[in-house]
């Protein structure tokens, strides 16, 4: 299976309150089994595989046990908590 993540940087303008993003990498990680993948982006963000059935995968997103489960072809965004900046992640399984 491959996992993309396209890592995006966000921050706010304390002078005008305007939020601005970028695009800071996109990533295929190619797996076969369970276990931490490697780490992406400028903020070296690591996601953990913690189930493989047939075409999905539930991935681990944080440290607090958050997860998620996507089939191929399904895409999914996480926002970690931010106040003022900090990254997207737009998760896609294929």
């Known amino acids: 299976m491959?996992?993309?993540v396209t890592d995006i940087a966000w921050g706010i303008d304390r002078k005008t309150g305007k939020m601005?993003?970028?695009?800071?990498?996109?990533?295929?990680?190619?797996?076969?089994?369970?276990?931490?993948?490697?780490p992406v982006g400028p903020a070296f963000k690591v996601f953990e595989i913690t189930e493989l059935i047939g075409?999905?995968?539930?991935?681990?997103?944080?440290?607090?046990?958050?997860?998620?489960?996507?089939?191929?072809?399904?895409?999914?965004?996480?926002?970690?908590?931010s106040?003022?900046?900090g990254h997207i992640y737009i998760l896609k399984l294929k």
Do not use: C, M, W
């Open 20 to 38: 601005s993003e970028k695009v800071v990498g996109k990533y295929h990680i190619e797996f076969n089994e369970v276990g931490p993948l490697h």
């Open 83 to 85: 106040r003022d900046g």
């Open 55 to 81: 075409k999905s995968a539930t991935i681990q997103l944080n440290h607090s046990g958050k997860s998620v489960t996507l089939t191929s072809g399904e895409e999914y965004e996480y926002h970690p908590v």
């Open 2 to 4: 491959k996992l993309t």
